[in-house]
């Protein structure tokens, strides 16, 4: 709340009555800005919490080159193979959920999951072979080194995905897991490439392939920037931050989640070598060249969501009221105005204490004030008795910075009248709680201050889960 607060009197206080084309200029314009999303009022009645729809997705290629040389295996064999392997992988990670926003307790945020996780991967294959022969065909040497010229059979991947609650906080992690049967991905006869008939000899390779890969996410914190040493992110599903309020008609925040991705898995490479010279086969063992994916921890780290939360900000509030002379039996009422330069509606609620004089009271207990509007504000003084009398009207507001708003109110009844006996013991009880106070509307209101009062409401909001 900013500006100044004053002392109205009867006389005065038409010439200061506010309008609310008068504010339609000031303040900002929460309907446009450098920001990515737009809180709103939890609901039409809670005007202390704001949320706002927060949504992420990201992409990681890794690696982009994993570069892999099986050497020349099996050593020491007539017929060598070579594989050079590159893996081009993709990883994505979806999230949605909220930021909620409550007050008076500084600035409470909590950041409940929405319904929307996604892990998914998709690891591809792009394979290079040679082979070297050296072997004897009817007596004949044959020596030879080079490329495996092959047309894959098969696009190999490796896929999977799942979906999962958001942020999946730890114990509650992503797990996707893909995995592929021993597939034939080529099968080559080198001896023809050499010119040697396939009716005399074959001799080459065949390769198979299979594989499984396991990715697992994980939130580890969620990060609400601006935000000091001394004020954590959140580092659970559950968990709430505070952040401190300077004042103003909105505050914004950049909110994005940290994460990790960790692999495990292995690609099978399985070469099977065959040679045949007039009809006979000369078989030579299989051998099973296995490749990890070493690959470990991959870190996530999402683009920020700028949230702007539009805010009530009631300024220049009135510091006293002064009724002048009332007689005895009539009444009198003054009005004042609750400016609200916010970005988002306001709210108050007047009460007084319960041992306060009867004489004053207030036709409406509750009012709302739309942004950049101005409403009125009315106390009613009904002297019963001569003298002067005083009392203390206490504002109730949702504007985070300045919970409570009091109005000093005085007045002095003229004439003879039946002396104030006092509040009765009932006034005194209050509500069934026993605070002893009593809503604005005057005597004959039942009192229910006790919802709007003090730590009560503290406690309702303290007791408050996020929601989902």
């Known amino acids: 709340m900013l500006g100044l607060r004053r002392t109205l009197t009867g006389t005065t206080l038409a010439a200061l009555t506010w309008t609310g084309s008068a504010l339609a200029d000031a303040g900002a314009d929460a309907g446009a800005g450098p920001w990515d999303v737009l809180a709103e009022y939890c609901s039409a009645t809670d005007l202390e919490c704001t949320s706002a729809k927060l949504s992420y997705a990201k992409t990681v290629k890794l690696p982009i080159a994993f570069d892999f040389d099986t050497g020349w295996v099996p050593q020491g064999s007539d017929l060598q193979v070579r594989f050079f392997l590159k893996i081009p992988a993709s990883t994505t990670v979806e999230m949605d959920g909220a930021l909620q926003t409550t007050w008076p307790e500084a600035m ?16 591809g294959l792009e394979l290079g072979a040679k082979a070297k022969l050296d072997v004897s065909v009817i007596g004949v040497p044959v020596k030879w080194e080079g490329d495996i010229p092959y ?74 920037e601006p935000a000091k040493v001394t004020e954590p992110p959140i580092t659970k599903q559950d968990g709430t ?19 990790r991705v960790d692999y495990s898995g ?14 006979k ?9 296995p490749v990890s994916f070493d690959i470990g921890k991959q870190d996530y780290v ?10 009530p900000d009631l300024e220049d509030v009135v510091e006293s009221l002064d009724f002048g002379s009332v007689k005895v039996g009539e009444d ?31 036709p409406t207990t509750e009012v709302l004030i739309e942004s950049q509007k101005s409403a009125t504000y009315s106390v ?35 004439g003879t009248g039946a002396a104030d006996a006092g509040p009765s013991a009932s006034d005194e009880a209050g509500d069934e709680g026993g605070c002893g106070c009593r809503v604005g509307g005057g005597s004959g209101t039942p009192s229910y201050g006790v919802l709007v009062l003090l730590g009560l409401i503290a406690v309702r909001r303290v007791g408050r889960r996020p929601r989902r």
């Open 151 to 224: 047309v894959p059979q098969i696009d190999f991947h490796l896929k999977a995905e799942t979906n999962f609650a958001p942020w999946a906080f730890a114990p509650d992690v992503a797990t996707a897991t893909g995995s592929s049967p021993k597939l034939r991905m080529f099968e080559v006869n080198l001896l023809d490439m050499l010119g040697i008939p396939s009716q005399i000899s074959k001799g080459g390779v065949a390769l198979d392939i299979s594989g499984d890969l396991t990715a697992k996410y994980q939130t580890e914190r969620i990060r609400i």
């Open 380 to 414: 009613k003084f009904s002297p019963d008795k001569s003298g002067k009398l005083s009392s203390v009207l206490t504002l109730v507001t949702n504007d985070p910075d300045e919970r409570f708003l009091k109005v000093a109110l005085s007045g002095t009844g003229l």
């Open 281 to 289: 086969d000369f078989n030579i063992p299989v051998v099973d060249i």
């Open 302 to 311: 999402f683009d920020a969501v700028r949230v702007h939360v539009p805010l």
């Open 241 to 259: 931050t505070q952040r401190a309020f300077p004042g103003g008609a909105f505050v914004e925040y950049d909110v994005f989640p940290e994460g």
């Open 108 to 123: 409470t945020l909590a950041t409940p999951g929405g319904t929307h996780g996604l892990l998914k991967f998709d690891y």
């Open 266 to 279: 292995t690609l099978h490479l399985i070469p099977t070598f065959f040679i045949e010279v007039l009809g």
């Open 332 to 362: 009198k009422t003054l009005t004042f105005t609750l400016a609200n330069v916010g970005e988002a509606k306001a709210r108050a609620t007047g009460f007084f204490d319960s041992t306060a004089p009867k004489a004053f009271s207030t």
